[in-house]
């Protein structure tokens, strides 16, 4: 509940996601720190503008995802279908 109340204080517009892609921005924040979330200022343009497709290529195109790449592919197909995977 702390993550979710910090992301979206910091990502006002992230109320209005599906709820399978918020699951994926707090899966993030809960992996990385909401800080660390904040970092991909691009791929949260993209989710920002309804640009999942291009918003899941941005977060396989990461540390992140080379770090943890079967998590990063599950969360980037739940970002791009907006389904819990």
Known sequence: AKVEREVLK???WA???????LGVLLAMAFQMGV???LGFKNTLKMIE???YDKAAG???NSKWARQTPARAERLAT????????
Request: aromatic share 4%; glycine share 14%; no cysteine.
């Open 78 to 85: 739940q970002m791009r279908t907006g389904e819990w995977v």
């Open 15 to 21: 109320r209005n996601l599906k709820p399978a892609r």
């Open 35 to 37: 800080n660390g979330l």
């Open 49 to 51: 503008a309804g640009e």
């Open 10 to 12: 910091k990502l006002p």
């Open 58 to 60: 941005g977060m396989l």
